[in-house]
């Protein structure tokens, strides 16, 4: 592992622990040229998972892409870094059990846009915006109205 600070290649690890229930080890790095002190996380890499875009193309799954979309969604909403990290691994997990390797497109926008209406309306909104291509303000307004309905 390089060091971030001196980019010196060796390193001793000075802990190491699971993280994300069991799904990631946490490793605490000491340089040995520096002694600046790191973290790393390492994690299972998910093979094979495709998204089959709208137009019938393929892409390989790329989670980066699906958590800054999220955290665009998020931005300056009180949502911990945690939160969002929790919702892209509980989706991504249920979306490769369910669609075992290719996965459309739409079924990862819904699922974003139902996790998200969940944990803040004002993020879902804004996701819905960008996903369903709202084109005016009444767009918005609908939207709106669909999750909080006018009392009768």
């Known amino acids: 592992m390089r060091c971030p600070k001196c980019k010196g290649n060796e390193d001793k690890v000075i802990d190491s622990r699971p993280w994300k229930d069991g799904a990631v080890i946490r490793r ?8 600046y002190r790191f973290t790393t996380y390492e994690e299972i890499e998910r093979e094979d998972l495709r998204v089959i875009k709208r137009d019938g193309r393929f892409e390989p799954f790329d989670r980066r892409k699906l958590i800054s979309g999220v955290e665009r969604a998020c931005e300056k909403r009180p949502i ?7 919702l892209v691994d509980e989706m991504t997990d249920e979306l490769e059990q369910k669609y075992q390797g290719e996965i459309p497109t739409l079924a990862v926008g819904e699922q974003v846009m139902q996790r998200l209406r969940n944990l803040d309306e004002v993020a879902y909104v804004r996701f819905a915006s960008v996903y369903r291509k709202f084109r ?17």
């Open 80 to 86: 911990r870094k945690e939160s969002i990290d929790r």
């Open 28 to 35: 605490r790095r000491e340089c040995l040229t520096c002694n």
């Open 136 to 152: 005016d303000a009444q767009a918005f307004v609908n939207e709106i109205q669909n999750i909080n309905p006018p009392p009768l």
